[in-house]
Each structure stands twice: as structure tokens, then as C-alpha cells.
């Protein structure tokens, strides 16, 4: 397959980048070049910024068999290359979110759940991520209609991951165990949790547009979702074996201060449970396989090991320092 890539230096970007050209497929990239570490090596390299409609010409003249879309991440992220892009690929593949949902999403939600309603394209992102993601969704479906591929992944997770999340608990956990010190985290008994391997994301992926699907599709997993404490154990004894964890009441957190989600990463408020507790049947139908928790993990540890990013939140030890204190 002829396949051009918007976006793609970091993370799932690379992923797909990796596995696209192990495949034999024929990948360019479009990127403004910013992000480190960039494009992976064997691809072809286009410098240029989506907006621009001068910098899409020469990739307009040319026959894709697919768009990969990593990073649209407004509806005028998408104005100008649908425009100038859409009658030059056989399909559309927008990476989005299962963030589009709306907070009253039912346990074992699926792709037929209500999405949020349409904001200000200008909105906060951060804010409303989600909103604005599932405008995205609809101009891609609205302009291309079978020729749109949606994707919708939860958390995702494994090497290079550039977020403050699953990365951190590896980074916290390895830590743990190099100072002897027990990990501790919330009773949070309650809470379901997926999860998803960035290259099990990118095999779907890839997998979907060779097998010419269209639609969307959330990509989450295991399912059944196990408990957020089951998560946490099961990690604790890849990275810190032989120390007993401590786990205390959610209120004891929450009485100290610590934040679910922004603070302590991966624990959730209640109302946000079904976002992790997703019917993930239809990928699954479709080829989703998922590797374990245990590779991720320690997979991801091995990069941190290697490239030793820094940190940029509180780590564990200070957040139960604070909960030694019990104070906010």
C-alpha cells in the first residue's frame, strides 16, 4: 500500500511508521519537524505544516491508497487537508479518542454510545478534548463517508510513551524497588481499567486498512476489564517483587489532597469508571489482539532505562509523604 501519514514523530506515530514499513508499504510523512525524536528511519520525510495549503500540493498529485491522521486535533486541523487531501486517498484513517464519548457512558459502552455534543472549535483543548475530537470524527465521516476510518483508542501505553501515566507508575514502581520502599496506592477496588499497547494499536490499524474497513471502532483492552488494583499488583510484581504493597481507603487520598487522574495517574474519580470499561467485541471481531500487561510494562521500563526521560510530575514518594501527613 501508498500510504501518507500526517503527523508521526512521536509515540503511535512511530509505531505505526515502524510497522507500516516492515509490512513493505510505501510511507511518506508529513511533519512540521518539531517533535523529537521524529520521523523513524526508512520513510520518506516531507518538512511542511497541514494548514498550509502550499505545502500539500505536491502530496495532493499523487494517488494514496490511505491517510493515516495522528494529529487532527481541531476542526481546522482538518479544513484544509480534507480539502486539498480527500479526493486523492482511497481512505481516511483519523486517529481519535474514546475521550468523544460523553461522561454519561454506560458500563460496557460501545461505538453506537452518544458522543459529546459539538463546542467552539477555538475551545480550550485541554478542556474540551474530547468535544472537539468528535468534530473532527464528523468532518471526516461527513466528507468522505465510506471512505472514513475512525479510530478510537482508550489509554495507550508501552515504549516511548510521552505521557505522565502508565509511564509513570513503571518509572515510580522501578523506584520503589530500587529503594526498598513499598509501593502504596488507593483501595480502588471499584474502578475498571484498559488499557492498550501502542503496537498493538498500530498492527489494528494497519490491519483495518488492509482489509478495506470503514466505520469506527473504539481499541481498548483486555475485556473483561480488570480491577485498577489488579492492574497495580500485577505490575508491582514485574518491577518491585518481594516488597508488600500498602493500600489504604481512596477517602485517605483524597483526604491528603491527592487528585485522581492529574495527580496520582490511572486512579479515576467514580463518574469517569465506564471509560474504562468499554464493550471492545467489535475490534476484537475485527483482528484486535492485545499483548500482556507484563510485556508493556516491563517493555516500557527498558526505555526509560535506556532514554531516562525526567519525570516532569510529583512522584509516589512525595504524594505519600503527603498522605503520611494527611494533609492537602
Known amino acids: 500500500m501508498k500510504v501518507l501519514m500526517l503527523g508521526g514523530g512521536v509515540f503511535l ?31 520518506t520525510w516531507v518538512r511542511g505544516d ?37 479526493d486523492s486517498c482511497g481512505c481516511w484513517l483519523l486517529i481519535s479518542t474514546i475521550s468523544v464519548y460523553t461522561e454519561d457512558l454506560a458500563p460496557r459502552g460501545s461505538e453506537d454510545a452518544a458522543l459529546l455534543p459539538p463546542v467552539d ?46 509511564a509513570w507508575w513503571v518509572r515510580e514502581l522501578d523506584a520503589c524497588s530500587r529503594e526498598g520502599r513499598a509501593p502504596q496506592w488507593p483501595a480502588a477496588v471499584a474502578q475498571p481499567f484498559q488499557w492498550i499497547d501502542v503496537r ?29 488494583t489488579e492492574v497495580w499488583e500485577r505490575m508491582a510484581a514485574c518491577l518491585a517483587p518481594g516488597l ?24 479515576l ?17 475485527a483482528g484486535l489482539q492485545w499483548r500482556s500487561l507484563e510485556e508493556s510494562t516491563l517493555d516500557t521500563l527498558a526505555w526509560l532505562r535506556a532514554h531516562a526521560p525526567q519525570g516532569r510530575a510529583a512522584g509516589l514518594a512525595a504524594l505519600t509523604a503527603r498522605l503520611a501527613g494527611g494533609r492537602g
Open 200 to 228: 498493538d494499536v498500530a498492527a489494528f490499524c494497519l490491519h483495518l486498512l488492509a482489509e478495506g474497513a470503514e466505520g469506527a471502532v473504539h481499541v481498548a483492552g483486555p475485556d473483561p476489564a480488570p480491577r485498577l
Open 269 to 285: 474519580p467514580a463518574h469517569s469508571h465506564a471509560a474504562f470499561d468499554l464493550d471492545v467485541g467489535a475490534a476484537r471481531g
Open 121 to 166: 472549535p477555538q475551545a480550550e483543548l485541554g478542556e474540551h478534548y474530547g468535544a472537539l475530537k468528535a468534530m473532527c470524527e464528523d468532518m471526516v465521516q461527513e466528507e468522505l463517508e465510506e471512505r472514513a476510518l475512525i479510530v478510537r483508542p482508550g489509554l495507550i501505553v508501552g515504549p516511548e510513551d510521552p505521557s505522565e501515566r502508565f
Open 244 to 267: 508488600a504493597p500498602e493500600v489504604r481507603p481512596e477517602e485517605d487520598w483524597r483526604a491528603a489532597g491527592i487528585r485522581p487522574w492529574s495527580e496520582l495517574p490511572l486512579w
Open 13 to 43: 506515530g512511530r509505531a505505526l511508521a515502524r510497522q507500516a514499513l516492515e509490512r513493505g508499504w510505501s510511507l511518506t510523512c508529513l511533519t512540521r519537524g518539531h517533535q523529537k525524536p521524529g520521523p523513524v528511519d526508512g520513510l
Open 50 to 86: 497541514r494548514r498550509r495549503a502550499e505545502d500539500l500540493k505536491t502530496l495532493a498529485a499523487q494517488d494514496w491508497d490511505a491517510i493515516i491522521d495522528t494529529c487532527a486535533y481541531r476542526p481546522a486541523d482538518l479544513e484544509t487537508p480534507l480539502e486539498v487531501l480527500g
